[in-house]
C-alpha cells in the first residue's frame, strides 16, 4: 500500500510537482495500478546470462554536427554563448 | 519533377497540430504525396510538439531519419498530427492540444495515441502518414478508424528523430488506407540509419503478394478470452475464414504469457519514460524554466505546469517501479515476463507463420467513456504482447461492429514484415473483390 507521504515522496524523486488536491486521488490511483502489478510475483524464471550482445560503438573521430547557434535557438535563456539553467543549491 | 502542394484542410477532427499551408516536393517514389508526420517525430522547421506544452514553440533543428527519407522520395510533408501527449495514452484524449475526433463517428475516440494520423488518413485529408507505436498506438487508431497500419519488426525503422517514450518498445511505422500504400511508406522508411545504434541493417523495399496458398494462420486462444467483445471476435474469425479460403490453414496457438504482458508492459515502459522525459527541464528547448528559482524548485513547478495528468503518473509510476527496494520486484519481473513472451512467440511460429486476432478488444469508445487510468490501460492487451516481443504486426480493417471498424491483427516473425503484409494484402484484396 502505498501512503500519500509515499507519493509526495516520489513526485520528489522524479522532480515532478503535484498539487496537494492532487495527491488523494493520485495515490488511490497508484496502488489500483500497484495491485494489477502484483501479477508479476507470479513470473517464472531467473534473469537470462549474459546474450553477449555487443554494444555498437563508432570510433571517437569528431563529425559534423549542429551549429552553435541552431541549438542555442531552442533555449529559454542564455548568455555569451551558454545556456542558462537554474542555481543549483 | 518538383513543387508546392497547397494544404489548407478542413481539420473538423482536429487530426493536426500544426499544418504546413504551402508544402516543397520533389521528384521520386513518393513524389507529391501528402504525408503527415506524427508529432513526436522531429521535422525541421516545424514545430513538433509530442502533443504537449512542455514542448510548444519547440522547432526542431533537424529531421528524423525518417522525415529526411520522406523528402528524398519527393513526398510533401504537410504537417504534424495530434496524439496522446508523449505517446501516453489510447484514445488521444490526453493530448494538450485537444482530443481528436473519430472520422466514423466524432463523439468516439480517434484511438491512440496516433490517433491524429489514423483520422487525417480516414477523413482523406492525406493519403499517408507516418505514426509510432509502443504499446498498440499504430494499430489501435487503425483498427478504430478503419485504415491499415503496421508496427515494424523493433530494429527495422531508425528511431533517430523520434523523441523517446520508451526506447526498448518503440518504432515508427506507416498508416494508410491500403495494404498496398502501407508498404509503399515502408519501402521509404525501412532503411539502415547508423545513428540508431538499436537498428540492424534490414532494409524493406517489397511489393505485396496475395499468394498465401500453404500460410499456416496460428489462432491464439488468449486472443479471444474474457475481456474481448464476442462480436469483434467474430468478425477477425470470418476475416480468418476468408485467409482459409485463399489456402491458408489454421492452427491453435497459445501465448501462455500473456496473462503478465500488460503488467510487464506497462512497468517497462513508464520505468522508461521516467528516465526519457527528465530532459524536459524548460532548459534547453520548449517553453523557459525560470531560472531565479533553485533547482528542483525550477523543475518541479515547470514539470507540474506543462506536464499532462497521465505523463506525471507515468513518470512517477517508472520512478517508483525502479526505485531501490522496488526494482527487484517491479522491473526485474517484467524483464523475465518479456522474454517468456518472446519465447511463447518463438515457439508459436514453429507451428504457425503468422499469428492472427483482433487488434482491439472491442470497438471504438465514447470520448471521456473511460476516465479511470487502469481500465485505459486494459485495451491495451492484445497489442502490447508484440511490442514485447519485438516482432513486426499489422491491423487490416475486417468489417463492423454496430458502424464501427474492427481491425484483424496479423503478426509474424522477427524481420518478416514482408510476410505479415502479405496475408493481410491478400485478406483486403479478397474482400474489396
Known amino acids: 500500500m502505498i501512503t500519500e507521504s509515499d507519493i509526495e515522496h516520489i513526485a520528489e524523486l522524479a522532480d515532478i510537482g503535484i498539487s496537494k488536491d492532487e495527491v488523494p486521488e493520485f495515490t488511490t490511483q497508484f496502488n489500483a495500478i500497484l495491485d494489477y502489478f502484483e501479477v508479476l510475483d507470479t513470473v517464472e524464471g531467473e534473469s537470462a546470462p549474459d546474450a553477449g550482445a555487443v554494444n555498437v560503438f563508432r570510433d571517437d573521430e569528431p563529425r559534423p554536427s549542429l551549429s552553435q547557434e541552431e541549438v542555442l535557438a531552442s533555449a529559454g535563456s542564455t548568455e555569451n554563448g551558454f545556456i542558462k539553467a537554474p542555481r543549483v543549491m | ?433
Open chain 2, 1 to 433: 519533377m518538383a513543387g508546392t502542394l497547397e494544404f489548407s484542410p478542413d481539420d473538423r477532427y482536429n487530426a493536426f497540430i500544426t499544418t504546413c499551408s504551402t508544402a516543397p516536393f520533389t521528384d521520386g517514389a513518393l513524389a507529391g504525396t501528402a504525408v503527415a508526420v506524427k508529432d513526436n517525430i522531429s521535422t525541421k522547421g516545424i514545430q513538433t510538439t509530442c502533443g504537449s506544452k512542455i514542448l510548444e514553440g519547440y522547432v526542431p533543428p533537424y529531421d528524423a531519419y525518417v522525415v529526411e527519407l520522406l523528402r528524398q522520395a519527393g513526398a510533401a510533408i504537410v504537417g504534424k498530427t495530434n496524439m496522446d501527449e508523449f505517446g501516453m495514452g489510447t484514445t488521444t484524449e490526453t493530448s494538450a492540444f485537444g482530443p481528436t475526433k473519430n472520422p466514423v463517428d466524432p463523439e468516439r475516440v480517434p484511438g491512440g495515441s496516433s490517433g491524429g494520423s489514423a483520422a487525417a488518413v480516414a477523413a482523406g485529408l492525406v493519403p499517408m502518414a507516418l505514426g509510432t507505436d509502443t504499446g498498440g498506438s499504430i494499430r489501435c487508431p487503425a483498427a478504430f478508424c478503419g485504415i491499415a497500419g503496421l508496427k515494424p519488426t523493433y530494429g527495422r525503422v531508425s528511431r533517430y528523430g523520434l523523441i523517446a517514450y520508451a526506447n526498448s518498445l518503440e518504432q515508427i511505422g506507416p498508416m494508410a488506407r491500403t495494404v498496398e500504400d502501407v508498404s509503399r511508406l515502408m519501402s521509404v522508411i525501412a532503411r539502415y540509419d547508423p545513428r540508431d545504434s538499436t537498428m540492424l541493417d534490414r532494409p524493406y523495399d517489397h511489393r505485396p503478394s496475395a499468394e498465401i496458398k500453404g500460410l499456416r494462420v496460428g489462432i491464439p486462444e488468449e486472443y479471444f478470452g474474457e475481456g474481448v467483445d464476442p462480436r469483434v471476435g467474430e468478425r477477425v474469425r470470418d476475416a480468418i475464414g476468408v485467409l482459409e479460403g485463399l489456402g491458408a490453414e489454421t492452427v491453435p496457438v497459445s501465448i501462455p504469457g500473456m496473462r503478465h504482458a500488460l503488467a510487464a508492459y506497462y512497468v517497462i515502459c513508464t520505468s522508461e519514460a521516467s528516465s526519457n522525459l527528465a530532459r524536459f527541464d524548460g532548459v534547453r528547448y520548449g517553453p523557459a524554466v525560470d531560472t531565479r528559482k533553485s533547482w528542483h524548485e525550477a523543475y518541479q513547478d515547470l514539470r507540474q505546469e506543462m506536464f499532462g495528468t497521465e505523463v506525471r503518473r507515468r513518470i512517477m509510476l517508472g520512478t517508483f517501479a525502479l526505485s531501490a527496494g522496488y526494482a527487484g520486484r517491479y522491473y526485474a519481473k517484467a524483464q523475465i515476463a518479456r522474454r517468456n513472451i518472446r519465447e511463447d512467440f518463438e515457439r508459436a511460429f514453429r507451428d504457425a507463420d503468422v499469428i492472427a486476432g483482433p487488434t482491439m478488444p472491442t470497438v471504438a469508445f465514447r470520448l471521456g467513456e473511460k476516465s479511470d487510468p487502469l481500465s485505459m490501460y486494459l485495451s491495451d492487451i492484445l497489442t502490447v504482447p508484440a511490442n514485447l516481443a519485438g516482432i513486426p504486426a499489422i491491423s487490416v480493417p475486417c468489417g463492423k461492429v454496430d458502424g464501427l471498424p474492427v481491425g484483424l491483427q496479423l503478426m509474424g516473425r522477427q524481420f518478416e514484415d514482408e510476410r505479415v503484409v502479405d496475408a493481410a494484402y491478400a485478406y483486403e484484396q479478397e474482400v474489396r473483390a
